[in-house]
């Protein structure tokens, strides 16, 4: 059974900063990509960054030069470091792990969800 929990979501003003943890138990994390994605009210689930288990990583347009996904292997964590924050980031954030070895932009890609940490942006 695999686990994972966010951690890290809050309230933060335009142009601020987070750093979003998901911590997941069971065996062999290392080897398996892993993703994170967002919800924003009323939307659909949308990509937001990617690991691979060689650390290769993939990003949505949207973020790009704001957000870098890294991953610490010893701890089983993926993190998000989510920088010049705006009102369209406003989401709930949901970290996943891939069903191989890569990341994807793919939703379907991925088995196992955490249960989301809200990220509110303030104007």
Known sequence: QVQLVESGGGLVQTGGSLR???AASGRFFS???MGWFRQA???ERLFVAAISWNSRTYYADSVKGRF????DNAKNTV???MNSLDAEDTAVYYCA???GSSGSDDQYAYDYWGQGTQ?????
Do not use: A, D, M
Not at 68 to 71: G, N, Q, V
């Open 97 to 99: 792990r891939s069903l």
């Open 20 to 22: 979003l943890s998901c």
């Open 79 to 81: 993190y998000l470091q």
């Open 119 to 123: 990220v509110t942006v303030s104007s």
């Open 41 to 43: 009210p009323g939307k």
């Open 68 to 71: 870098t996904i890294s991953r």
């Open 31 to 33: 080897t398996y990509g």
